[in-house]
């Protein structure tokens, strides 16, 4: 047993023995201290408070704005950000062991809007990766509205790239969570038919073009465009802020198992049919990777590529959690 002199070289040593994505805040009764992993997969930022009174770290920057806090910077990739009577200092010792590939899913669905991750605002994200879409699949139409919430600010951007008027097509249930995450089909499909409905006076007798951030099994993208279809709307084309999402994630998305992915084994034009739409567009790698306009990072595109920055585990999650502690590989330096 190796014994450190205080918490924050108990944190370095312990990250000299995980790979992949965390970004950590611990508290002790005299410190705060932050750590992001050398990837810097995750965001996590650093705040200070009014009057100098104090830092808070947190993951989103809007986060900071409701308690009042100034935003001072990111936490770097690698970065131990202490914070404690002294002040705040860093411990860099795994600063630039690992290229910086954030998660580009941050700026496509997690994040808040309102948040500015890495530089760039991903409202402004959104926007970028709207217009992207105009650009990639142009079509007629009559009106844009996007799928809420996330596809909310991609439609605005297909909008103004491509001169068809925005409309709000859609009124959520705000007290439903994320259909993706939750455990059986049988769950997901009753939160879809209470979680949205459609104005009819928006999409009556209209061309739509729906924007969404992603299809994932694509329950929910059937269940919306049939709404508009029978909210009566006369074309309903497809537009998606990402490329198809055909593979799991290893760095803390729960995502389903491949096989459950629509885009793993069927063409768009096949995920067009199943969904029902008239045409189906997404987003390329090419254009994902630049809609973080201000952004000096690298992304993690494994989700759509299925090249992972870290390499994926070769034993399953289950397997590591179901062994005892004391066989576990992070415990041996401790
Ligand atoms: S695999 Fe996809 S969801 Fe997971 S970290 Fe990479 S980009 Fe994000």
Redesign the pocket.
Known sequence: RLLTPNIEMAVSRTMDDIEG?YSLVIMTHTKLIAARDPNG?RPLCIGELPDGSGWAFASESCALDAVGAKFVRDVKPGEIVIADHNGLRSIEDHCGTAPHTM????YIYFARPDSIIEGTCVHEARLQAGRFLAQEHPVEADVVIGAPDSGLDAALGYAQESGIPYGIGFIKNKYVGRTFIQGSQAQRESSVRIKLNAISSTVKGKRVVLVDDSIVRGTTSARTIRLLREAGAAEVHYRISAPPFA?P?????D?PDEKDLIATGHTVEEINKLVGSDTLGYLSIEHVQQLAIHSKCG??????TGK?PVAPPTETMDIVYDKPLSQSNSNKKL
């Open positions: 994505a997969f998660c580009v899913f941050e593979h994630c290893y760095f803390g998305t995502i992304f993690c595109t494994g989700c759509f992972y």
